[in-house]
């Protein structure tokens, strides 16, 4: 069994900062990559931020420039750093991670229970 636990969410003003966190534990033989989705009322999942095993990362052209994701290999955990933010930014923020349980295991996705962010004066 996998769980994923964000922290980090909260109210904040505009152009304030925030960090988020999120970390796996459980039955994890190997994380391919971890990233952080956020959905709003009315509006579909999407890509905030990606990062791989290697740190290769891939950011949503709405938060490039502001938001910066990183992870930590030897505590399963990656972080979501925002800066700048803007109301639009306001949404349920879910970790997801890409791993196996086992070696004999294939890859497969598993998703934090999430963690609202709100950017508002």
């Known amino acids: 069994q996998v769980q994923l636990v964000e922290s980090g969410g909260g109210l904040v003003q505009p152009g304030g900062s925030l960090r988020l966190s999120c970390a796996a534990s459980?039955?994890?033989?190997?994380?391919?990559?971890m990233g952080w989705y956020r959905q709003s009322v009315g509006k579909q999942r999407e890509l905030v931020a990606a990062i791989t095993s290697r740190s290769s990362t891939d950011y949503a052209e709405a938060v490039k420039g502001r938001f910066t994701v990183s992870r930590d290999n030897g505590k399963n955990t990656i972080y979501l750093q925002m800066n700048s933010l803007k109301p639009e930014d306001t949404a349920v923020y879910s970790c997801n991670a890409v791993l196996r349980t086992s070696v004999s295991d294939y890859f497969r996705g598993f998703w934090g229970q999430g963690t609202q962010v709100t950017v508002s004066s």
């Open positions: 459980g039955s994890i033989f190997s994380i391919n990559s």
